[in-house]
């Protein structure tokens, strides 16, 4: 009669197997997670482009005036351009006309004069605020 060996389970080493692979394994998802959470950085990027655009206006610009939050440039070339906030937006118009959005979702925007030009102050509807000086020389 003849003995067969025929336990079923796990054995220690299966387990131990088991475990390490687990371990190398959980790290590397947790490392993957972080990569996969996305964070919108649009609102950011959208105030940055808009204080460029002034920038680009300002290249153009022969003189300046604020009038109640609203900076008015005259161009080299003779157009009065308005960049003024409208509802939740800031746009731009030329001689009166027109309606170039320049930046949305926008709760606060601020001119304020300085010395030598003026600074504009944003805050948007999630609350975060930003701050940019420009120096305009004559």
Known sequence: MEKTNEKNGFTF???LFALVAISITIPLLMYLLELSIYQDNHE????????HFIQDDLFLTQEYKIVD??????FYD???????KYNDLIRKQVSGQGHEIYLRNVKNFIV?????????????LAGDTFEKTYTFHY
């Open 13 to 15: 080493v299966s387990i």
């Open 44 to 51: 950011d990027i959208s105030v940055f482009h808009f204080f």
């Open 78 to 84: 003779g157009r009065e351009v308005e960049i003024t």
């Open 112 to 124: 304020e004069e300085t010395n030598t030009g003026f600074t504009i102050y944003i805050s948007n």
């Open 69 to 74: 939050n609203q900076l008015y440039l005259t």
